[in-house]
């Protein structure tokens, strides 16, 4: 027999991504229902579509651009940051997505051996993101029991220097949270860039879900010269699979944009031209457009919520923000794969099983992905799912 050439460590070492396996599941399923990924059911604008439509044929759709994004789409971010964001010493790249984002800003403000940290429950594609770029000591905080808010004592320990091992480099939080549906109110979020800024630590807040805000809660965002944000169209706008995101750097940080520009230019060399443009036509319609819809959803999270009744009163959490719910399983289903394997099987739907993100014996549930007649068939059989597992168990 021949020698084979060996595959990476860090790629065998990275966790396989929850959604492909769920994806695998669902093939196999006949009429199931979807609460796992986290979508939108809209599409974009149908004004920015149409103007899609007119610019197929254009030269300049389909050749490279510039590696940091179209300059008039970097324009509209930059007061879009400054109108609505308050950031105003930011600077722009447009990447393929908030998830490209993420990994670009790893590559970036981080060593292979560094120290990094994240908060229970953590977003499943940013550990696994430090996973494959080889930075392997992942610190995972504990967050509040109730409102799975960072815990900022751990965080002020774990940044000290007492123990006299290197500081973390880098901290990450999702604001709402992703799976948690958790807001980090102002306040907390500005202990948490304090104390890492005390501690010579970025701070990368992902804003994915900025515009996701219920109860009369207002996103907000911060800046600094150790804090970058992160922002995506995927979700605002429906526009998942056009793959557009964007970072917000601190532009007094003396070279940061040369760097991110390397990494840019050796994975995607610049977002899909076509993408950019519908952003940016996107971007033109503005936020009400948004709003109206995301306020539509609140509907589906209170089906949800009473789906989820069985459980117990305090087994729900998150769902201030974002477009998530997250559960707790009765202790005795410590195997939260294994239940929603069961609940696929036997009832038809499909969520996210919590120890993806460090949670087990939890799960996600999105409730942003159906319309509000679909959803309420998703909600009967979950609830009638979690009844009967709660009644006989996985029989």
Known sequence: ?????????????TESPVMVHIQELLRGAKDAISLAQGVVYW??????????????????????????????????????????NKLTRSSVMVTAGANQAFVNLVLTLCDPGDSVIMFIPYYFNAYMSFQMTGINNILVGPSDPKTLHPD?????????????????????????????????????????????????????????????????????CIEDSHIVNIFSFSKVYGMMGWRVGYIAYPTEVEGLSDQLLKVQDNIPICASI??????LYSLEVGPEWIRERVQGL??????????????????????EGAIYLWAKLPDKFPDDFEVVKWLL?????????????????????????LKEADCLIAATRLRKGLEELLRVGMV
């Open 1 to 13: 027999m021949g020698t084979y050439a060996k595959l990476a460590r860090r790629a065998l070492e």
């Open 43 to 84: 599409q974009p604008p149908e004004q920015a579509l149409r103007r899609v439509q007119d610019i197929v044929w254009e030269p300049s759709t389909s050749s490279y651009g510039a590696d940091e994004g179209l300059p008039e789409l970097r324009v509209a971010l930059l007061e879009k940051l400054r109108q609505e």
């Open 152 to 220: 900022i004592e751990w965080l002020e320990r774990t940044l000290s220097q007492e123990d006299n091992k290197p500081v973390p480099k880098l901290v990450t939080v999702v604001n709402p949270g992703n799976p948690s549906g958790s807001y980090i109110p102002p306040p907390l979020l500005q202990k948490i860039a304090d104390v890492c800024k005390r501690a010579g630590a970025w701070l990368v807040v992902d804003n994915t879900y900025e515009y996701f805000m219920y109860d009369g809660l207002k996103h907000s």
């Open 274 to 279: 076509i993408g950019q443009r519908l952003a």
């Open 298 to 319: 609140v509907k589906n999270r209170e089906m949800l919520k009473k789906a989820l009744s069985p459980l117990g009163e305090d087994a729900v959490k998150g769902g």
């Open 345 to 369: 099987r036997n009832h038809g739907v499909v969520v996210i099983p919590g120890s993806a993100s460090g949670g087990p014996g939890y799960i996600r549930i999105s409730f942003g992905g």
